[in-house]
């Protein structure tokens, strides 16, 4: 039989939070704070883990399943259509039956979508189940965050949001070390067989520790036109986000998805101010401070994820480091973030989120621009000091945003204020990848025929620079077999030499995305309504 607490939610103009409805402190393992949260980190792990960990394993999955290149492409765009596409509609289904079922359900699905894929021979197979793990992970991200908002007393919130985030953080640098050591010692099905173990843990953690709580006012019928016209527009956003790198951004296939998508949001905006319980109450981004959190998210995630997407690159293709020895060397991110997002929430708890998501930004500026100085000769040392700072700005940026987002929305709703926090770094994502990814072809494209002449090399057919172009994109050195030393030693200086002129201006691109969010983030307070599940439950 479920356990269920009640609280009363306030709106953003009431003046002070309602008191829970029912104040009798939990006992022993049910509802405790802190096994809530150990319970609700496993969850998100797996999800965390699994946005970054699969790439290192698509090399062997291609070779073994006999997949084309766009093939592979799918098991990590179907991954993260589902999950972008779906996550505010999963948090209004937490808000609806409670987050202790969505999680359970989120969690329970992950895992067997995982086992599934692990015992996948086509191709076909893996990327369905992949779009599977997507649509339990966007039932478990926002479950996850609603639980957190209704079982901790707002002082302790930051806190427990902090190390959250630091699971999270952690998760996704570490997915490529973990990805390595299992595809080089076991095989590309362990990557996705180890989330079954890791799942049911969660499962049973969640059944014997989570307690459910719901809004008196919580949402009791479902705005299906809503869902489809946001799922409709998501899509289309996320979709030309992905296909733009090849159908090209002057492409009319890419400006037809971005027109529908626009066209989506504007009817989705327009039904929502008409019908009774809306998916999103547009009365929501009245709150500043909310608003500027979303497009926090969205900002950090475009300077983060795309300016480390041509890091990875980098240190495999100009370095030459195996995947393992490119992870290890992300660990100063990992261990910075590990170390700051706790510290970030209490420094938010005393000082309230503004100064340190504006200092934040402003440390993910300083470490960007520093990354844009990084050559083909720059030493561990020196990329440590600028991977370490990024983790360290990224730290509070990450507790403080969410918690802006979530305790700026109604205790009703933080469910789909958790989805709002996760479609924006979804998005973000994308989105950096997508135009930093324009930035860098632009260059390369504009400097590689000058650089190839330059350097003495044969001068190159108009598709043999094509081709060579999409090579050094990612800093491979395009060499035919059967070149003589002294001439792939030219073609691989000119190649790492156009790849990193394109990698510095994405990286300085990407500062100067951190440079406006640090605006953003002064326009960021303490939410509003905090208070609305404090002395839910017992610490």
């Not at 470490?367 to 000091?385: E, H, K, P, Q, R």
């Not at 792939?488 to 691109?509: P, R, W, Y």
């Amino acid at each position: 039989m479920t356990s269920q607490t009640t609280i009363s939610a306030t709106g953003p103009g009431d003046k002070a939070p309602a008191a829970p409805s029912d104040p009798t402190p939990s006992t022993g393992l049910r509802g405790h704070p802190w096994f809530t949260l150990i319970t609700v980190a496993v969850g998100v792990m797996m999800v965390a883990l699994d946005g970054t960990i699969v790439a290192i394993a698509n090399p062997a999955i291609q070779k073994d399943l006999g997949a084309s290149f766009a093939d592979v492409q799918w098991i990590t765009n179907g991954y993260f259509l589902a999950l972008a596409v779906s996550l505010i509609t999963a948090g209004k289904l937490g808000d609806r039956f409670g987050h202790r079922q969505t999680f359970l359900i989120g969690v329970s699905g992950f895992a067997l979508a995982s086992g599934a894929i692990g015992l996948s021979h086509s191709i076909a197979f893996v990327v369905t189940f992949r779009v599977l793990q997507g649509l339990f992970g966007a039932l478990l991200m926002p479950a996850a965050l609603g639980l957190l908002r209704a079982t901790f007393p707002a002082e302790k919130l930051n806190m427990a949001i902090g190390l959250w985030g630091m699971v999270i953080g952690a998760s996704t640098a570490g997915g490529p070390i973990l990805g390595g050591v299992l595809v080089e010692h076991v095989n590309w099905q362990s990557v996705f067989f180890i989330n079954v173990p890791v799942g049911a843990i969660a499962l049973v953690l969640g059944v014997l520790i989570l307690r459910d709580h719901r809004a008196e006012n919580a949402p009791r019928s479902f705005d299906v036109l809503g869902i489809v016209l946001l799922s409709g527009a998501m899509f289309c956003l996320v979709w030309a986000l992905i296909k733009a790198p090849a159908w090209g951004w002057g492409s009319g296939t890419t400006w037809s998805f971005l027109a529908v998508s626009v066209l989506g949001f504007a009817l989705f905006a327009f039904w929502e101010t008409r019908v009774k319980e809306p998916l999103i109450p547009l009365g929501l981004f009245r709150s500043v401070p909310l608003s500027a959190g979303v497009v926090l998210m969205v900002l950090m995630a475009i300077a983060f994820m795309g300016g480390l997407f041509f890091v990875t690159f980098y240190l495999q293709n100009v370095h030459g480091m195996s995947p393992i020895d490119a992870g290890l060397h992300l660990l100063p991110l990992t261990g910075m973030m590990i170390v700051g997002s706790p510290l970030a929430g209490a420094a938010i708890t005393k000082l309230g989120p503004r100064i340190p998501l504006a200092g934040g930004m402003a440390a993910t500026a300083i470490a960007m621009y520093g990354m844009s100085t990084l050559t083909s000769d720059t030493g561990s040392a020196v990329m440590s000091i600028w991977f370490a700072l990024l983790g360290l700005g990224l730290a509070p940026v990450m507790v403080g945003a969410t918690e802006v987002i979530v305790g700026n929305a109604p205790m009703e709703l933080s469910g789909v204020a958790g989805g709002l926090q996760q479609a924006a770094m979804q998005i973000g994502g994308s989105l950096g990848t997508a135009v930093l990814g324009a930035v860098m072809a632009s260059r390369v494209d504009s400097d590689l025929a000058g650089n190839w002449t330059d350097a003495g090399l044969p001068k190159l057919t108009q598709p043999q620079l094509d081709a060579a172009a999409e090579a050094v994109q990612v800093g491979v050195a395009p060499i035919a077999p059967g070149t003589p030393e002294t001439v792939a030693a030219k073609i691989t200086q000119v190649a790492h030499d156009t790849f990193i002129s394109g990698m510095s201006l994405a990286c300085l691109v990407a500062a100067g995305v951190a440079v406006v969010a640090v605006f953003v983030a002064l326009l960021t307070k303490r939410g509003e309504n905090a208070e609305a599940g404090a002395g839910a439950a017992h610490i």
